[in-house]
C-alpha cells in the first residue's frame, strides 16, 4: 500500500538542505577568466603560472579568506624536476652476448625521473615479476624475497585477478575488474625502486592499461617528478613501457611463454623469474632543469576545532601551448580540466563565508603540477601544512560535465570510506541517485590530486564528470555517454578544452552544493568518517585513530 507523508515531515526525515548560493554565471566568468590569453594556458613555471597564482590570491582574498600556507603565506613552493631523455647511443636487450636494438616509440618507451646527465645501465640483469604485487593483507605477495638492487623488473600492468577466471587463484583478491592501487603503473615503479631496482618496465596491453600505446609514448621521453630530498628519490634510472610485441619476442629469447607465464601470474605460488640469458642495456644523455612552481593554499579558521581540517582541492595548472588545432586555437587552457574546478571552489569558499563560520578549519588547496602527475598535491601531502591524521576529509573536483541537469551523480572509487553515504544522503537531498563509475578498470581513482591524500588514509570524495555517463534531465543516459565520449575523445588535453557557448553548468552546480553541503556538515560535526573494510589505505587511517580521539 502506497503511504503518504506529509510534506512537512521531510525535513523531519533528516533529508539536510542544501541552501548554498552556487552561481553558475559566477562560474562560467571564473573559467573564462582563467582560460584567456593573459594566463597562457597555466603552465607550471611559466609567466602564465605568476598570473594564474595572483588571480588565485586575489579571489580568495576578495572573498574573505585567510593565508593557508605556513607563516601566512598564500602559497607553498614546490620544486619540480623536468627530465628529457636524449637520442640513446644504447638501448636495448642483449641476448647471448648480442644487442638487439629497440626502437623507442615503438618497441619501448622509457623516461626518468633522476636528475642525473647521463643513464647507463651496463647489462643489468633482468627479472620477471608477475604483477609485481606485494599486498601482505591479501595474503599476495609477487615478489617471494627475490634480490630487485640493480636489476631490471619486468612486469604486467593492472592487477592479478584482472584477467582471472573464477577457478584460478587470484580470482576475486582484488576487487574483480576494477582497479586496485597495486594494479597502477605508479604502484609499480614506487615498489620496483623500493627494492632497489634500477630500471623497471611494464609490459603493454591495451584492456590491461585502460588505454592504447599510443598514449603510453606521448610525449616522448619527458617526465617530471617533484625535487626529493636526498635519498628520497627514485632508485629507478629507466622506467617505462614495453609493447606487447616486445615483450612477446624478449621471453621467447629467455625461453619462456609469455601467454604461460600470464596465467602463472595469476596464481598465489607465482614465483619471479630472472630472466638469465638476457641482459638491459641503456645510454642515454638527460636533459634536466628544476622548475620552481607554487601551490595555493586558503584557509577559513574553524571557530571551535581550527586543528581539524576539512580540506578542498582542484588544481590550477593546465597544458599552456602547444600547436594550433583546426580553429586555429594554441592554449591548452583547461577551462574544463580543472578551470571548472577552481571556479567552484570559489564558490564554496564564498558559500562558507556566507554562513556561520565552520568550527572546524576549512582549507583550501589549489594544486599545481597536476597534470605532471599529481605533483603539486603530493608535494603537499610530503609536507602538509594541516597533518593529514587530523585532516577530516579531502573533497576534489576535477572536470564536470556541461550539458546541464542530470538525476545522478558519479561515484569514483566504490567502497573507499563511509562518505559515500553522505554523498548519497545528500544527493537524495536534491533528488539525485548516486551511480557507480562505469570503468572502474581504469583507476580512476587513483588519477587525480585526492589521491595524495587517500594514500596517506584521508577519506577522499571526487567529483569527475567524465567517470561514467550522467543520466541527463535532457537526453538521459545516452547524452550522458555521448558527452563522456565526445570529451574524452576531442577535447581532453587539448586546446578543445575550451569554454564554450553551448556550456550548460546547471549539473555542475549541483555537484559544487553537493561538494559544499557534505564538507559544511563536516565542519560542523564531531564525526570523522571511516574507510571501508575493503579500502587498501585502511591499516594507515586506523594506525593514527588515537590523534582523532
Ligand atoms: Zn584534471
Known sequence: MKRFLPVACLCALALPALAADIRSDRIAESVKTMTSDFFEGRAPGTVGEERTVGYLIGQFQALGLEPGGREGSWVQPVQLLHTRLGEPTRLGLEVDGRLQPWRRGEEVYVSTVRGDDRVVIDRAPLVWVGYGVHAP?????DYKGVDLAGKVAVFLVNDPDFEATADEPAAGR?????????????????EASRRG??????????????YGWNVVTSPQGENYDIVRAPGKGSTLALQGWISGGTAKALFEAADLDLA????????????????????????????????????????IPGSRHPQETVFYGAHWDAYGSGPA??????????????????????????????????????????????????????AYALDPVYPMETTVANLTVDVLQTRGKARDVILVGVGQSGLEDDLARFARAQGRTVTPESLPERGLFFRADHFSFAKRGVPVLL???????????????????????????????????????????QGAVDDIALLHAIGDELARSRRWPALREGSEFRPLREASAAQRR
Open 463 to 505: 567529483m569527475m564528470g567524465l567517470a561514467g555517463a550522467s543520466d541527463l534531465v535532457e537526453g538521459g543516459r545516452e547524452a550522458g555517454q555521448a558527452w563522456v565520449d565526445d570529451y574524452t575523445g576531442r577535447c581532453y588535453h587539448q586546446p578543445c578544452d575550451a569554454w564554450g557557448p553551448d556550456w550548460n553548468l
Open 325 to 378: 588545432d583546426a580553429q586555429s586555437r594554441t592554449l591548452r587552457a583547461g577551462a574544463n580540466d580543472d578551470a571548472l574546478g577552481v571556479a567552484g571552489l570559489f564558490e564554496i569558499a564564498r558559500a562558507f563565508k556566507a554562513g556561520t563560520p565552520p568550527e572546524r578549519s576549512v582549507v583550501f588547496g589549489v594544486w599545481t603540477a597536476e597534470e605532471r602527475g599529481l605533483l603539486g598535491s603530493e
Open 260 to 299: 604461460a607465464q600470464r596465467r602463472a601470474a595469476r596464481r598465489d605460488d607465482f614465483r619471479p623469474v630472472e630472466l638469465e640469458k638476457l641482459r638491459f642495456v641503456a645510454e642515454v644523455p638527460v636533459e634536466h632543469r628544476v622548475v620552481l612552481s607554487h601551490n595555493v593554499l586558503a584557509k
Open 137 to 141: 593483507e591479501r595474503g599476495w605477495d
Open 174 to 190: 582484488f576487487g574483480g575488474k576494477a582497479m586496485t592501487y597495486y594494479g597502477r603503473w605508479t604502484y609499480k615503479f614506487e
Open 197 to 210: 631496482a634500477i630500471g623497471a618496465l611494464i609490459v603493454h596491453d591495451a584492456p590491461g592499461a585502460g
